[in-house]
């Protein structure tokens, strides 16, 4: 019986929550340039699985679920555009720290730290983004932005890093929203876009930050059935001020 009902969790989780590589980006913009210079882009085999963002020198911060494979993952760095034809920075990923309670995106959890294998040299073209010091909730309504690599709502396949504006939504109508859809939400999670708006995240744009007022508070985790025109349901983000301590842990521990 306890064999049944983790089959049965896994396959709701696979029909409900769509948290997928190849993540799109919708009704958003070309990011202007030399701005967002913490994204990361995470590969698999030096194609886009993942977005990510570094916020620390030996640092990459993004979803936990982007890690389905034993295959070694490396990110590229310092530029807006991914096309593999162009000489970015690549560093190879030497240390996957998943958080230990991940199991899959419908139970939360869903943060992962990557440690690079060398130190990336800080410059005008690579850099940090701070992560909030404490647990401390945004307030809905908060203007943000979120940004990624992947397909727009077009579904053109594009290299160049896309960004979208969207608001913070009170986490009890968001709780609310997902109800209908009979989707109870995890715990630690925050909801932005994707709900009465014509912008946001499609699958997520996997891994990316939820930037608002220059701090990452927010890591896309997933969406509601790949519905990207547009979802009826708030898009839902792991809240990074959740898991500070254990972010701080893992890097002095591993330092």
């Given at each position: 019986m306890k064999v049944l009902h983790m089959l049965l969790a896994a396959a709701f989780s696979i029909l409900t929550f769509n948290a997928a590589y190849g993540e799109e980006i919708i009704n958003g913009k070309k990011a202007k340039k030399n701005t967002l210079m913490y994204m990361v882009s995470v590969q698999l085999n030096n194609k886009h699985i993942c977005g990510g963002f570094l916020i620390n020198p030996s640092y990459v911060?993004?979803?936990?679920?982007?890690?389905?494979?034993?295959?070694?993952?490396?990110?590229?760095?310092?530029?807006?555009?991914?096309?593999?034809?162009?000489?970015?920075l690549r560093k190879y990923?030497?240390?996957?720290?998943k958080h230990p309670s991940f199991k899959n995106v419908s139970l939360g959890f869903d943060i992962m730290?990557?440690?690079?294998?060398?130190?990336?040299?800080?410059?005008?073209?690579?850099?940090?983004?701070?992560?909030?010091?404490?647990?401390?909730?945004?307030?809905?309504?908060?203007?943000?932005?979120?940004?990624?690599?992947g397909r727009s709502e077009t579904q053109k396949v594009v290299?160049?890093?896309l960004v979208a504006d969207v608001s913070t939504i009170n986490i009890t109508e968001c709780k609310k929203q997902w109800n209908k859809v009979d989707v109870k939400l995890p715990a630690d999670i925050m909801c932005a876009g994707g709900y009465k708006t014509k912008s946001g995240a499609c699958k997520g744009d996997s891994g990316g930050p939820l930037v608002c007022r220059g701090v990452a508070v927010g890591i896309v985790s997933f969406n509601h059935k790949k519905n990207c025109?547009?979802?009826?349901?708030?898009?839902?983000y792991t809240e990074i001020s959740a898991y500070t301590d254990w972010i701080m842990k893992v890097i002095k521990g591993d330092s």
């Amino acid at each position: 019986m306890k064999v049944l009902h983790m089959l049965l969790a896994a396959a709701f989780s696979i029909l409900t929550f769509n948290a997928a590589y190849g993540e799109e980006i919708i009704n958003g913009k070309k990011a202007k340039k030399n701005t967002l210079m913490y994204m990361v882009s995470v590969q698999l085999n030096n194609k886009h699985i993942c977005g990510g963002f570094l916020i620390n020198p030996s640092y990459v911060l993004t979803a936990a679920h982007c890690d389905e494979s034993c295959d070694q993952l490396s990110v590229v760095l310092g530029t807006q555009n991914i096309d593999p034809n162009r000489d970015n920075l690549r560093k190879y990923v030497e240390t996957k720290y998943k958080h230990p309670s991940f199991k899959n995106v419908s139970l939360g959890f869903d943060i992962m730290l990557l440690k690079l294998s060398d130190k990336v040299k800080l410059s005008k073209a690579v850099k940090t983004i701070k992560i909030p010091s404490k647990k401390k909730p945004v307030k809905p309504k908060t203007k943000c932005q979120v940004a990624g690599w992947g397909r727009s709502e077009t579904q053109k396949v594009v290299n160049d890093l896309l960004v979208a504006d969207v608001s913070t939504i009170n986490i009890t109508e968001c709780k609310k929203q997902w109800n209908k859809v009979d989707v109870k939400l995890p715990a630690d999670i925050m909801c932005a876009g994707g709900y009465k708006t014509k912008s946001g995240a499609c699958k997520g744009d996997s891994g990316g930050p939820l930037v608002c007022r220059g701090v990452a508070v927010g890591i896309v985790s997933f969406n509601h059935k790949k519905n990207c025109d547009y979802p009826n349901v708030p898009n839902v983000y792991t809240e990074i001020s959740a898991y500070t301590d254990w972010i701080m842990k893992v890097i002095k521990g591993d330092s």
